[in-house]
């Protein structure tokens, strides 16, 4: 049993020695070459959601402007009513 401590001990102590890679490679011999994926879905998809992105933003905005400024175009109105009531009333007297 001792000596197949050892053993096992000496198999530990044995360092590998690691060897750098440092062979140069030669590009463009024997490796495959970068293609370019076929993007042509991905790239409708991605129009779409634009599309339909830009609407919806041009819709929010329209109406977020009208909601502010609804409350001024009221009294406005308002006023413009009255007007075109009284002033053939007051003219009539």
């Not at 919806?56 to 006023?79: D, H, I, W, Y």
């Amino acid at each position: 049993m001792a000596d197949e401590e050892t053993e096992t001990e000496e198999v530990v102590e044995e360092v590998v020695e690691e060897i750098p890679i440092t062979a140069e490679i030669p590009y463009g011999v024997g490796m495959p070459t970068v293609v370019m994926p076929f993007m042509t879905p991905f790239d409708e998809i991605t129009e779409s959601i634009t599309y339909r992105a830009q609407l919806v933003a041009r819709e929010q905005k329209l109406s977020s402007s009208v909601c502010a400024a609804m409350p001024v175009g009221l009294v406005v109105g308002f006023f413009f009513a009255l007007l075109m009531v009284l002033v053939p009333v007051l003219l009539m007297t």
